[in-house]
């Protein structure tokens, strides 16, 4: 890939973009605080929220070596160019140069990941808000992301801090003993790399949740799946559960709303699932572009045939963001339709989701079909689930229930 990938890509997409000023982006101590304080505990088992603040250290310097790390999958070629292997891409990045994430550089012919514990963002979140649906439910997950991203999605939610280079947002340097403290001192029982996209930051990843796993807590990964097998593997060895966004069944909106390819996140999920690691799958139904009833069948058929019925998938509603404001909010009847191809095709824990309070997101046996888990939001309740299995007909249900 050439030098200027990231700066042709940021031109190509800034005549669509309503661009705000960088101080309206920028995570700056006020700003970074008021985020980090934002409440949304969950409260097991009894329906109800609970405010909680991170009282978290503020930036006390500017000095950004803190944050650079050489990076774990790269090779060196003739001319001090290196070749990034932590994604598809593999952009070849000469010296002074950036990969297409922007938070990967080429130093003397070393590439270097330039956000390690470099946090953008930190919340206490509830698993459920992952999504994660038959993992730890009601768990706390102290939440946090870097800055970048490996592709581009129209519709993404968090692009101020997915496609700004690093030095464009005021990172508080969380390294990984520090980020395991602030989790235990909020009671969470996982961290949780999420926001952006965890495989530009995959070094800090595996360094948080190493550290992580001596202290007890549990690591989970919310990802695009674009990633290559070996730091896949890495990422896998090292944390619990994978989330991964399977955002079409078709190659042309991957190179047109993504910018991304499809292949790969194919065999990613095939590859967490191989890995052992709990997985679950959330596809953003996006009105008319990916809704039809030959799109839900084909991602239906793909995932019971190659990562087996029990895998759980949410189809989630999408709103209105980033480069995507001309559609409208999916209808609530085109997630009921997806869920019931889905049904239909025989997967067995199809959900709908970002519908507060709809019945699709709760956990039904599917066996005798009793309610084992009922969610409202971001609470979930267990109602005939016990160690795992249905207290009705006693059949095991796959999830990962306990820490």
Request: with cysteine; glycine share 6%; net charge positive.
């Amino acid at each position: 890939m050439p030098p200027s990938a990231a700066q042709d890509r940021d031109q190509a997409w800034s005549d669509a973009l309503p661009r705000q000023r960088l101080s309206d982006v920028t995570f700056d101590r006020r700003a970074f605080l008021k985020a980090a304080a934002a409440p949304c505990a969950l409260a097991m088992f009894a329906g109800a929220l609970r405010e909680r603040s991170l009282a978290l250290p503020e930036p006390t310097d500017t000095d950004d070596s803190r944050f650079v790390r050489e990076a774990r999958f790269y090779q060196r070629l003739a001319g001090n160019v290196v070749r990034c292997q932590l994604c598809p891409r593999q952009c070849e990045v000469p010296v002074g140069g950036r990969g297409y994430c922007r938070v990967r550089e080429n130093r003397k012919g070393k590439y270097f990941t330039l956000v390690h514990s470099r946090v953008v963002a930190a919340h206490v979140d509830p698993i459920e808000k992952k999504p994660f649906f038959h993992f730890l439910p009601g768990a706390m997950a102290f939440s946090i992301a870097t800055g970048g991203c490996n592709v581009d999605c129209k519709f993404c939610q968090n692009w101020e801090i997915s496609q700004a280079r690093p030095e464009e947002l005021r990172g508080l340097y969380l390294p990984p003993g520090d980020l395991v403290q602030n989790a235990q001192r909020y009671d969470c029982a996982a961290l949780a790399y999420t926001y952006s996209e965890p495989v530009v930051f995959s070094e800090y990843v595996i360094d948080a949740a190493e550290a992580g796993r001596k202290a007890k807590l549990k690591s989970v990964v919310v990802s695009n799946g674009f990633i290559r097998p070996e730091p896949l593997r890495a990422v896998c060895d090292a944390v619990d559960a994978i989330k991964i966004d399977l955002k079409s069944f078709s190659e042309k909106y991957y190179h047109e709303v993504v910018r991304g390819e499809l292949r790969p996140v194919l065999d990613s999920i095939v590859n967490v699932r191989k890995s052992g690691r709990w997985l679950e799958i959330v596809y953003l139904v996006v009105p008319t572009l990916n809704d039809s009833d030959a799109d839900f069948r084909g991602v239906s058929q793909w995932v019971k045939r190659e990562v087996g019925a029990d895998v759980p998938i949410h189809y989630t509603r999408f709103r209105p963001l980033y480069l995507l404001t001309n559609l409208p909010p999916t209808p609530v009847a085109t997630l009921e339709r997806a869920k019931a191809i889905a049904d239909a095709e025989g997967l067995q824990f199809a959900y709908i989701g970002n519908v507060p309070g709809h019945a699709g997101e709760n956990t039904y046996c599917p066996g005798c079909r009793k309610l084992l888990i009922e969610r409202i939001g971001f609470t979930a309740q267990l109602v005939n689930l016990e160690r795992g299995s249905c207290k009705n007909c006693k059949r095991a249900i796959p999830g990962v229930w306990k820490s």
